[in-house]
Every structure is written in structure tokens, then in C-alpha cells.
């Protein structure tokens, strides 16, 4: 089943999309990957939606991606003796470790690393920040605040502090049982909530010991300004712009992103643009204009994904919203000013034999009539390398190990197909060929470009460049290995 864009949708799994049925539809109306939320759920509701991935993968004979996504250790205030409370501009507010039920004077926050971390001025924003709090005085266990920014405080609200870098681990108790449950399950790739340094991606990766790989969600101040450590630890990143947009000014998100998405680009890392893409669509069928924009000026940027929550997850028009970004991405890509857009940002310089090769990949399928670039990938690497030049033509990624092929399902461009194992580069040219006539890409007269690294099976050895006929007799045994 041939996409008929590059950028890739993440589709969010959840109580309106939980049976095969609406897992099936939704894949068809153009979902190549689906994220499973670990903050929801139990692990019997994550497991069986899972295996219903599974059994569509196989039927549709596609290698499907899954994205567990861990909660990260989310900041809630306590509950509240007699229900919600109106908080007032100008009125004192008091935040304790005290589990006494609150009222309009205090309520409890259970995170004394918080109070031990906080400075004089601090600004701590309660439910998505629509509640404002400044910090007059604190002590260990508390912090006496006057409210800047009234609203109604309610149970467990959570709790966003910009101001100043936490000293918590990006992985709770609960992040880390769910982050073995989801790689016991066999998860493609596991998101980190919350994500401050590089030290907490690479406690992830500690953690999860290759089953999977890692993408670290950038949603706070501090992964804004350690954002390269954080790439260069990651193997992939997504702009959460929820939190990021509470905890920054918001009038910041849009350059943030463009800023990281290339970067991304520019490391080769796939980058997913995430968080009220077509919010309206939780509850009607149509989007907003706004919304239709926003998609597009993801895809104009160069995101690798784009990604659907709520309005998958929970929302009433779930195959919907996945169309309606399936035809935008369409549109877009169709579009002259997108090849501009994306041919001008390539860029970047080019410092091994691997850049050079598809850079040379590239630039031979954009000049000479072919149809395919295929490119033989046991660990990702080549296909990556290959997908950030944003050829013109499209790009089969070809791998032995499903792992391999479900985890290049998210990266730009790529049409994963799982293959036999090869030892020789006639072999992968061979398959290469096959491929590209069965899945619709090339016919028998047409030529294809095929890149590996050799020897085959050591990752990052991207090496060899060959042009190809697509019609296997013509490959004849007299050619070189």
C-alpha cells in the first residue's frame, strides 16, 4: 500500500480508536505509525491494542511503527476539601507538602524537589497556565505566593515551572515499569516526557538496552536551550508544543520549531511537529482553517511527522482527522513552493564518504530518468542519510530486520519494506529491482539507484552507489559483486 506523500502521520491510540475495526481504518486513511499513550490505560488496554497493530501489519503486509509514550513525571497539586476554588489576582496562595485537604488559602504539591529548587520571583502555572502563581517566599516544604493570573483551581491540576530546572529524573517509578512493559511488548520507539538534559535520554537508553529507540519530547525551557546535547543523544525528537507553549512565551513556539526542525534534518534524525494540529476535530468533521495551516506549515518546514492525540485518541471523527492530514500533507507536497521550500534548506555540509554517496544518489536520480532510490539499511543509517537529501523521487528502505524496517516507518519519505538478508551487493541490487516493480514504483524498463553499505550488517558503512535496471534478467551474473 504506496503512500502518496512523504511526511509520515502519527495516529494516537485510544477508548475511540481500540478495536481492529477502527486500528484497520485508520491505517488505510493514511496512519503510518500509531502512538500508544502509557499515561492512559492500563497495560491489558495497552497490550491488545498493540497486538491489533500487529495483526494489521501482517495483513497489509507493511511494516507498521508503534510509539509508547511515556508520562514523565507530571507536577499535580493535591485535592480539595469542599471542591474548586476561585483563586483572585492580587491574593495569597500557599503550595505545601502538607495532605491535608485544600481551600482558598493552601492546597498540597508532593514534590519537595520542587520547593528545594525554587528561586524568589519563580512563576509556577497551574492547569495549562491559565492560573499564574508568583513566588514570594519558599522553604523546603513550601512556597507563600501571590497569584498574578486568578481562575479556578480544581483536584490534581497540574503544575508547569518554567522559571527553573527540576531536579527530577525524566523517569518516575511508573515511566520506568511501563517503559519494560512497552519493550517486553516490542515497541518501536519510546518517547520520554519532559526531557531537561541529555543525562535523562541516556538514562532512557540505559533503560531499554537497544529494544527500542529513543525520542525525546521537548515541551520545557531547559530542553529549548540543551536542545543539541539533546539531539545528538536522541534518536529522534518531538516538539511538544502543550507545555512547550505553557511554559514559554507562546509567541516563541513557531521559531523553536522551525529552529528544530532543522536541526533534526540537518542530523538526519527524524522530527515529529505534535499537539493540537486539528484540535476542532475531537468535535466536528471539519477543521479550522488555522488548523489546516498550522499542518502545512509543519510539512513546508520539513517534518518528518505529523501527530494526532485527542482527536484520534477520544475524538469523535478519528478516520477523519487522519484523512483530512493525509489530503493536506498531499496538497502541500504537490505544491512547486514545497520543492522550493525544501531543496533551498539541503544545505549543511557534507564531512564523510556516506553524505557523499547520497548526496551523489541524489543528485544522479534528479538528472537521469529513474524512478527509485532503493537503499539497503541493516541499522537505519543509510535510509536516514538518504531521506534527509529529500530526493525528488521516491525512497524504498530495505531491511532483513522488522525492527529496523517499523522504526524507519516514522522517517521522511521512506517506504519500508522488510527483505531477505543479503552478503552480496548483487543480491541487494536483485531485491532492490524486485521491489521496485512489486510495490508499484518502477516497471520493467525503468532504472533505479541503489545505495548499501558494505560489508553488509555493520551500521554507518553507507559506501556503494549503483545504478540499476529494474528488470532483474538484465542484471546479469557476469556482473560484479
Known amino acids: 500500500m504506496r503512500r502518496l506523500r512523504n511526511v509520515k502521520i502519527v495516529a494516537t491510540l485510544g477508548p475511540a ?19 500508544l499513550n502509557m499515561s492512559h490505560g492500563t497495560h491489558e488496554d495497552i497490550a491488545a491494542r498493540h497486538k491489533i497493530i500487529r495483526h494489521v501489519e501482517e495483513e497489509v503486509g507493511r511494516p507498521i511503527g ?21 483563586l483572585e489576582e492580587g491574593q495569597n496562595f500557599r503550595l505545601d507538602l502538607d495532605d491535608a485537604p485544600g481551600n482558598a488559602k493552601r492546597v498540597q504539591l508532593p514534590h519537595r524537589e520542587i520547593f528545594e529548587a525554587l528561586e524568589k520571583g519563580a512563576s509556577l502555572l497551574v492547569n495549562d497556565g491559565k492560573i499564574r502563581l508568583r513566588v514570594e517566599e519558599h522553604g523546603s516544604d513550601f512556597a507563600n505566593c501571590t497569584v498574578e493570573v486568578g481562575g479556578t483551581i480544581s483536584d490534581r491540576k497540574g503544575v508547569n515551572v518554567p522559571d527553573v530546572v527540576l531536579p527530577l529524573a525524566a523517569l518516575s517509578e511508573k515511566d520506568k515499569v511501563d517503559l519494560e512493559f512497552a519493550c517486553d511488548l516490542g515497541v518501536d520507539w519510546l518517547a520520554l516526557s519532559f526531557v531537561q538534559r541529555p543525562q535523562d535520554v541516556e538514562e532512557g537508553r540505559d533503560l531499554a538496552r537497544g529494544r527500542a529507540a529513543i525520542m525525546s519530547k521537548i515541551e520545557k525551557p531547559a530542553a529549548v536551550n540543551a536542545f543539541d546535547a539533546i539531539l545528538e543523544a536522541s534518536d529522534g525528537i518531538m516538539v511538544a508544543r502543550g507545555d512547550l507553549g505553557v511554559e514559554c512565551p507562546i509567541q516563541n513556539v513557531p521559531p523553536m520549531q522551525k529552529r528544530m526542525v532543522r536541526k533534526c534534518r540537518a542530523a538526519a534524525k527524524p522530527v515529529i511537529v505534535a499537539t493540537q494540529m486539528l484540535e476542532s476535530m475531537i468535535e466536528s468533521p471539519m477543521p479550522t482553517r488555522a488548523e489546516v495551516s498550522d499542518v502545512a506549515a509543519a510539512i513546508y518546514e520539513g517534518a518528518d511527522a505529523v501527530m494526532l492525540s485527542a482527536e484520534s485518541a477520544v475524538g469523535q471523527f478519528p478516520t477523519e482527522a487522519v484523512a483530512t492530514m493525509n489530503n493536506v500533507a498531499i496538497e502541500v507536497e504537490n505544491d512547486p ?45 543509510t535510509a536516514s542519510l538518504v531521506a534527509r537529501e529529500r530526493p525528488h523521487v521516491p525512497i524504498i528502505a530495505m531491511a532483513s530486520r522488522m525492527a529496523t524496517a517499523r522504526r524507519m516507518s516514522l522517517t521522511w519519505g521512506l517506504h519500508c519494506v522488510k527483505t531477505n538478508e543479503v552478503d552480496r551487493f548483487k ?41 540499476a535496471p529494474c528488470d532483474e534478467r538484465k542484471i546479469i551474473p557476469a556482473d560484479p559483486e
Open 427 to 467: 543480491s541487494a541490487v536483485l531485491n532492490s529491482a524486485r521491489a521496485s516493480v512489486r510495490e508499484g514504483f518502477a516497471d520493467l524498463e525503468d532504472q533505479l539507484v541503489v545505495t548499501a553499505g558494505v560489508p553488509f550488517g555493520e551500521p554507518g558503512t553507507t559506501n556503494i552507489l549503483r545504478v
Open 337 to 381: 513552493t514545497y520543492r522550493e521550500v525544501v531543496d533551498a534548506s539541503r544545505g549543511g555540509p557534507k564531512r564523510s564518504v556516506a553524505d557523499g554517496i547520497v548526496s551523489a544518489a541524489r543528485e544522479i536520480a534528479e538528472t537521469a530518468d529513474i524512478k527509485v532510490i532503493c537503499c539497503y539499511s541493516q541499522s537505519g543509517t
Open 66 to 86: 508503534i510509539l509508547a509514550d511515556l508520562q514523565g513525571p507530571k507536577l499535580r497539586v493535591g485535592t480539595f476539601g469542599a471542591g474548586p476554588v476561585d
Open 17 to 35: 480508536s481500540s478495536n481492529y475495526e477502527m486500528i484497520r481504518a485508520l491505517f488505510e486513511a493514511g496512519a503510518d505509525v500509531f502512538r
